[in-house]
């Protein structure tokens, strides 16, 4: 994860410890480093909780990541898919990429799916327009928990670019299991979320349109 933020691609496969090494005879992007990681923790807005604490998946929920990041946990490499959902077969994982408002600069009307807040542990969230109940993708969202699959949640407000800085990152909101659904191409499912919503985020989320 480390390795996608720092050196996108080039690096990617790399051993921390030939990424830390490089790190420290790249002195000009060590001391920024260590100017901005101090910065950073003063920023903290609220405390996370390790989605798998002692075991090999290093999320946090409730924190901010990249897509990049957030592929790079669940043993994936993001090439500027523009997808906003895919599925990892290691991990035996669908993991969901949310925006909540969806401008038609960057969605088409098909794409424009009414994924929302519901409530502090409900969530309802849109699949590809031409997922079926028929599809084995359909299935697999619907029946994960008798498969052994998981699906996860990372959502934003939207995917405008803040000046300078980007496209924002991700708020990983957690494992949510499948409750219902309704409609079909698309499927709108109701999903209910492992952890329930910060006060914050579910008071601005839940204010936005689908």
């Given at each position: 994860?480390?390795?996608?933020?720092?050196?996108?691609?080039?690096?990617?496969?790399?051993?921390?410890?030939?990424?830390?090494?490089?790190?420290?005879?790249?002195?000009?992007?060590?001391?920024?480093?260590?100017?901005l990681?101090?910065?950073?923790?003063?920023?903290?807005?609220?405390?996370?909780?390790?989605?798998d604490?002692?075991?090999p998946?290093?999320?946090?929920?409730?924190a901010?990541?990249?897509?990049a990041?957030?592929?790079?946990?669940?043993?994936?490499?993001?090439?500027?898919?523009?997808?906003?959902?895919?599925?990892?077969?290691?991990?035996?994982?669908?993991?969901?990429?949310?925006?909540?408002?969806?401008?038609?600069?960057?969605?088409?009307?098909?794409?424009?799916?009414?994924?929302?807040?519901?409530?502090?542990?409900?969530?309802?969230?849109?699949t590809q327009?031409?997922?079926?109940?028929?599809?084995?993708t359909g299935?697999?969202?619907?029946?994960?928990?008798?498969?052994?699959s998981?699906?996860?949640?990372?959502?934003?407000?939207?995917?405008?670019?803040?000046?300078?800085?980007?496209?924002?990152?991700?708020?990983?909101v957690?494992?949510?299991?499948?409750?219902t659904?309704?409609?079909?191409r698309p499927?709108?499912l109701?999903?209910?979320?492992?952890?329930?919503?910060?006060?914050?985020?579910?008071?601005?989320?839940?204010?936005?349109?689908?």
């Amino acid at each position: 994860m480390a390795n996608s933020v720092l050196w996108g691609d080039a690096l990617l496969a790399s051993p921390v410890e030939a990424a830390a090494e490089r790190i420290l005879v790249e002195h000009r992007r060590k001391e920024e480093l260590q100017q901005l990681v101090p910065e950073l923790r003063e920023r903290l807005q609220r405390v996370t909780r390790p989605l798998d604490p002692g075991g090999p998946n290093p999320l946090h929920v409730h924190a901010h990541y990249t897509r990049a990041e957030a592929e790079a946990a669940f043993g994936g490499e993001y090439k500027g898919q523009p997808t906003g959902v895919k599925w990892f077969e290691g991990e035996q994982a669908d993991v969901f990429f949310i925006d909540l408002v969806k401008s038609e600069k960057h969605y088409s009307e098909t794409t424009r799916y009414e994924d929302r807040v519901i409530s502090p542990r409900r969530f309802q969230w849109e699949t590809q327009s031409r997922t079926s109940i028929t599809q084995e993708t359909g299935q697999r969202y619907i029946n994960h928990e008798a498969r052994g699959s998981s699906l996860h949640l990372f959502v934003r407000e939207s995917k405008k670019a803040d000046g300078l800085l980007g496209a924002p990152s991700f708020i990983y909101v957690g494992p949510a299991t499948y409750v219902t659904h309704e409609n079909d191409r698309p499927m709108r499912l109701t999903l209910e979320l492992e952890h329930t919503l910060p006060v914050d985020l579910y008071r601005r989320w839940s204010q936005l349109s689908g």
